[in-house]
């Protein structure tokens, strides 16, 4: 089982960046998909959740309409678009699936939104 980040990066305050997670080792389209970010100093939070046929989503409040999650079943990809950046989202995102209590993590992506 295998959970690969990508996408992250240096940006500046306002700025738009897309993380992708990509799974293998696993069925991944009978999985929940979620992002949860880590800042330094601070506990693990959830980010967003995408239901195994991406019908339904939901988001933390300091992230709603600004971040997208979205996920390609046939690519084993979930993605999670994040737009009007802001310092305080500067973290390390990492993507988990999830299906009945079994949970796979990937090891994470580096955030960092600065001027």
């Known amino acids: 089982v295998q959970l690969v980040e990508s996408g992250g990066g240096l940006v500046q305050p306002g700025g738009s960046l897309r993380l992708s997670c990509a799974a293998s080792?696993?069925?991944?389209?009978?999985?929940?998909m979620n992002w949860y970010r880590q800042a330094p100093g601070k506990e693990r939070e959830w980010v967003a959740t995408i239901t195994t046929t991406g019908s339904t989503t939901n988001y933390a409040n300091s992230v709603k309409g600004r971040f997208t999650i979205s996920r390609d079943n046939s690519k084993n990809t979930v993605h999670l678009q994040m737009n009007s950046l802001k310092p305080e989202d500067t973290a390390k995102y990492y993507c988990?699936?999830?299906?009945?209590?079994?949970?796979?993590w990937g090891q994470g992506t580096q955030v960092t939104v600065s001027s």
């Open positions: 080792g696993f069925t991944f389209s009978n999985y929940g």
């Open positions: 988990k699936a999830n299906r009945y209590g079994q949970f796979y």
